[in-house]
């Protein structure tokens, strides 16, 4: 039996930012990460777009407004530190036509609330900027959006976690929770030994729900994944200078086809966002569950059936995604001089750990927080959680010093 006082399920970026935080402010107290994985960052921290986005989205009384600023300052200074590139290339946000100029407007009155820098420009400066670019009249330039490689920033936080004496098990997955032994402490059964902690942080992503139903937490919350794909570009480094994203739909959590720019200047379009059928729904029938396949067709069933938040012209816009044709049409709106032979190769496909509340049947649109004096749980880290795992870390580790301090 392993004794640890602060156990962390989950080594993807916020598993270990709130690693290097229990550290930093409990220097002297044992902190472990187990990760079911062989390496850190399998999941949504690996398989991202690595954007640092600026936090104009959002809106200002929510977390993702509150961190996004701050998140992308932060690991710019770690890039730095750590000696990861950085493509600060920056992000034209354009109009397809006049429909989405009150769009634009509320982005940029988002980002004067949210304390943002953006610039509105015409078409012509938009063009001036990225001479492929197409706008009605007028965009959007977000100078500070970049991009960074979230593989190679995993790698190097990894090395950062065990060099401040993180005790990190790999391939070893948490799988329940036994009664109390008595004490403050929690008994837990894992694939390796049993482990007593002194307290549990649940960062685990697409199994955040089920760690913390385990616990009495997140009774109404349940995953329903959406999958995300990137089409690439053959066209060589450069074919576009900066990230373009259309006017997103800020009803839902996705931001729209838009063209990422990879660290290394490369291009890619997507995502998808559609959804899957189990929570690992990566490719073919890797990590397949039956019974969670038959729980999340139940659920998506009923989504389809009831038409919630326009499910069905959701799921039916996102499958048709799967058309590269498609998908290359919906670029063409972005920008000219599209030639479709030049996009053949899907990218790695990434699954956002997004929460269904099952009491309002809406999906979650914040991140969010459960806990008590035993155990705390970060539920719903989709994007931008990337750019904001640095500051949400710290905030996290606040509230878990509060609900520890309750006891
Ligand atoms: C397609 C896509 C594109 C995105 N693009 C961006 C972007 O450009 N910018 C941005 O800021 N954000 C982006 N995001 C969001 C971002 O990737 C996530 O917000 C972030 O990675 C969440 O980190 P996490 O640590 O919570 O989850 P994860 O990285 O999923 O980590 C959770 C970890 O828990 C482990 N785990 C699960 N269950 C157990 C268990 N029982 N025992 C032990 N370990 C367990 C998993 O193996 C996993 O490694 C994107 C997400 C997706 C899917």
Excluded at 176 to 195: F, H
């Amino acid at each position: 039996m392993k004794h640890t006082d602060f156990l962390i399920v989950g080594g993807g970026v916020i598993g270990l930012c709130l690693a290097l935080e229990a550290k930093l402010r409990y220097p002297d107290q044992r902190v472990t990460v187990l990760e079911k994985e062989p390496y850190c960052g399998a999941h949504a921290s690996g398989r991202n777009s690595g954007v640092l986005h600026a936090g104009f989205y959002y809106a200002a009384d929510s977390l993702k407004a509150r961190f996004t600023r701050d998140g992308n300052r932060a690991w710019r200074d770690y890039c730095q530190e750590h000696r990861l590139k950085v493509n600060a290339c920056g992000k034209l946000v354009v109009a397809q036509d006049e429909n989405d100029w009150a769009g634009l407007d509320e982005l940029l009155r988002r980002a004067q609330i949210n304390g943002i820098e953006m610039q509105v420009i015409s078409a012509d400066e938009a063009r001036a900027i990225e001479p492929r670019v197409k706008t009605c009249q007028r965009a959007l330039f977000s100078p500070s959006t970049a991009v960074v490689d979230p593989k190679r920033v995993m790698r190097s936080l990894t090395e950062q976690v065990e060099r401040q004496g993180v005790d990190l098990h790999l391939g070893t997955a948490y799988l329940s929770r036994l009664a109390q032994d008595g004490s403050s402490s929690t008994v837990l059964t894992t694939t390796g030994e049993r482990i007593v902690c002194g307290y549990l942080i649940n960062a685990a992503g697409l199994q955040a729900d089920r760690v913390a139903h385990d616990f009495g937490f997140a009774k109404n919350l349940v995953i329903l994944p959406f999958k995300g794909l990137y089409l690439y570009s053959s066209e060589p480094v450069g074919a576009l200078r900066l990230h373009v994203y259309p006017v997103p739909n800020l009803n839902n959590p996705f931001l729209g086809v838009h063209y990422t720019v990879t660290v290394d200047g490369h291009v890619k379009v997507g995502p998808t966002a559609i959804p899957a059928f189990w929570r690992e729904h990566y490719q073919g029938w890797q990590g397949f569950n039956l019974g969670e396949s038959i729980d999340i067709l139940w659920r998506e069933a009923g989504l389809w059936w009831r038409n919630e938040f326009d499910f069905r012209r959701l799921a039916w816009q996102e499958l048709n995604k799967y058309r590269k044709g498609h998908m290359v049409a919906l670029a063409e709106r972005l920008v000219s001089h599209v030639d479709r032979s030049h996009y053949h190769r899907w990218g790695v496909p990434g699954v956002r750990a997004q929460l269904l509340n099952v009491s309002t049947r809406k999906l979650e649109m914040d991140f969010r927080y459960e806990g008590d004096r035993q155990s705390f749980h970060v539920l719903n880290a989709v994007s931008p959680g990337f750019t904001c795992a640095i500051p949400f870390s710290r905030f996290l580790f606040d509230q878990i010093d509060t609900f520890k301090q309750q006891g």
